[in-house]
């Protein structure tokens, strides 16, 4: 049995100490196709599987899918705002209370999978354009009182796509759904 921390399947993200062109190249590519890893993690989970906890105490399979595409569209917005504005102050929200709305406990995946692609594919594209100084550009985080740039959000963020699929394909495993 794993003494592994269930709620980082993938381990705390670590930035590295060098953002070397190749390893953004990859978080590049892990934006981009997430969509279809995460649908593919959901793929032919009935209702009691998207309602099951990945972990005792954690958000069901459906909340972390709900999570992801929040968490995703407060990103874009970050990125947007950091590009357009000089180190801006964003706005944190409150991640575990949007969980608890109805549509993260209740709503279906098919939307949310949509929500993704398009999200995705925006922010992928906005992304892909950057010039090499933008990844330079700063924003600042109240509640954290600490200002980071672009080049680390965009690998905290391909952190979190795989570190949420992983949710739910180590669920899949433990739980043998196929």
């Given at each position: 049995m794993s003494t592994a921390d269930p709620r980082y399947p993938i381990g705390k993200y670590v930035p590295p100490a060098n953002f070397a062109k190749e390893i953004m190249k990859?978080?590049?590519?892990v934006i981009a196709?997430?969509?279809t890893q995460m649908e593919l993690a959901v793929k032919d989970l009935n209702d009691d599987h998207l309602d099951t906890p990945y972990r005792d105490g954690g958000w069901t399979v459906r909340q972390v899918v709900h999570h992801?595409?929040?968490?995703?569209m407060n990103a874009y917005i970050r990125f947007k705002l950091t590009l357009t504005e000089e180190n801006p102050t964003i706005k944190p929200y409150q991640e575990e209370r949007?969980?608890?709305?109805?549509?993260s406990k209740f709503g279906t995946l098919e939307d949310t999978l949509m929500l993704l692609k398009?999200?995705?594919?925006?922010?992928?594209?906005v992304m892909q354009n950057m010039e090499e100084?933008?990844?330079d550009r700063v924003f600042t985080h109240p509640e954290y009182n600490r200002t980071t740039n672009l080049k680390f959000n965009l690998g905290l963020y391909a952190w979190h796509c795989r570190h949420h699929e992983a949710h739910i394909t180590h669920l899949r495993s433990r739980k043998g759904w196929a």
């Open positions: 990859e978080w590049l590519d196709t997430f969509p992801v595409a929040d968490s995703h949007w969980a608890e709305l109805a549509d398009v999200l995705h594919s925006k922010w992928s594209h100084e933008e990844w």
